[in-house]
Nanobody, 122 residues
Framework: QVQLVESGGGLVQAGGSLRLSCAAP????????MAWFRQAPGKEREFVAA????????NYADSVKGRFTISRDIAKNTMSLQMNSLKPEDTAVYYC???????????????WGQGTQVTVSS
């Protein structure tokens, strides 16, 4: 199973920005869709955003709409999450994941990486 690798996390002040990246070293994404999830301490992992690899259509959780942008670079075989206007409640470990299902639900995603920590200070 392809292991995904996340990068780009860090510590930022509220209102700041970060850009996360997801790659599959040595492999080519062949998924129907890719997504970002996050898990805050003491909470369940939650869906953040998804992108259909073929046509680039996107979906977002209501909590990040207008602030986060998911994108993919087919040539570089990477996926990114641009996070603007960050809030302390965005603090979490962020994971990328994939699904081969066209009619996907958040629970259909897998191939979890180790995640990257995002901490937003107030």
């Amino acid at each position: 199973q392809v292991q995904l690798v996340e990068s780009g996390g860090g510590l930022v002040q509220a209102g700041g920005s970060l850009r996360l990246s997801c790659a599959a070293p040595g492999r080519t994404f062949s998924s129907y869709a890719m997504a970002w999830f996050r898990q805050a301490p003491g909470k369940e992992r939650e869906f953040v955003a998804a992108i259909t690899w073929g046509d680039g259509s996107t979906n977002y959780a209501d909590s990040v709409k207008g602030r986060f942008t998911i994108s993919r670079d087919i040539a570089k075989n990477t996926m990114s999450l641009q996070m603007n206007s960050l809030k302390p409640e965005d603090t979490a470990v962020y994971y990328c994941a994939r699904t081969y299902r066209s009619n996907w639900r958040p629970q259909d995603f897998g191939s979890w990486g180790q995640g990257t920590q995002v901490t937003v200070s107030s």
